[in-house]
């Protein structure tokens, strides 16, 4: 018997459509940032928020993920902005080549960022990068401030936590010091930003946060590599 | 079940090799795969018996190696394993540390069997 060495990721096909739209969004600068939480945190509302407060002519469409039904992308739609919704059937999670087959008829040099909100989900989408430049984890005042913890894998890759639903905090024992301390924990980098879609606050730290993110993303295209 | 997707690239990965050595058998497949990577060893092993059952791979073993995070401090450059989130360096006892891996899920090895007889 011989042992040959073997090389290379395992998921090899998903990260292998997940680099090649990585390089297309490189390519044409679009910004693309991928929605994880739990079922309810609030990615949705946020979303709509989001495109609520967008100037019309912003170059921005979303992806919106769920087993069955367009009803997040009928709530979306309204705002003007290009919106389809990818119906997985069973599958827990996005992967790279349904990103792909949905943005086949988009000019991606006509965006500028795309949003991806990903099946309520806070364990599989960990393990399926879609080519994004950034995840962002939401967790809302109404679940455990030891979610992070819990979930380390996702926590660990996310960039930044949307603390959601905080006009809830007078009236829930959610500790928000905590629950960011315990993200830290996981990922000592984590950024983080406190909204009420319902109060309106935080809104705008959220939008500035997404404003900044596509600065780093553009000067990142003109730094050379290596 | 994403461990199904896990195994079925696991199974991939070894046909992929095994065309480059035509007519060896696949033994054993060795893989790596970080504590963060959110893969349940249960799962898997389930999920590989099951895709591998009344196939060419049947009794195909799959040896799994688990490792721990690790984290670099950015302070004294001290790399280390973090086991259950510690944050501190061990070196210098600064906060600031920066995780360096801990969601690895690679290919390690395969252990063939060569000069197998075709089947006709």
Known sequence: MTRVPMEGKVLNENARVAAELRERFVARRVLVVNLVSSPGSGKTTLLEKTLGALPQASRVAVLTGDLQTENDANRLKRYGFPVKQIVTGGTCHLDARMIEKHIADWDLAQLDMLIVENVGNLVCPSSYDLGEAAKIVLLSVTEGEDKPLKYPSIFFKSELMVLTKTDLLPYVPFDADLALANARRVHPEMEVVRVSCLAGDGLRDWMNWLERRREK???SLTQPVG | MHEMGIANSILEGVAQELKRR??????????????LAGVDPDALSFAFEALTLDTDFAGLAIDVEYVVPRSRCTECRHEFDVRNFELLCPNCGSLSTKRLSGDELEFKYLEIEEDVPQAK
């Open chain 2, 22 to 35: 035509p007519g060896s058998r696949a033994v054993s497949v060795g893989v790596r795969i970080g504590e």
């Open chain 1, 217 to 219: 993303f553009l000067a």
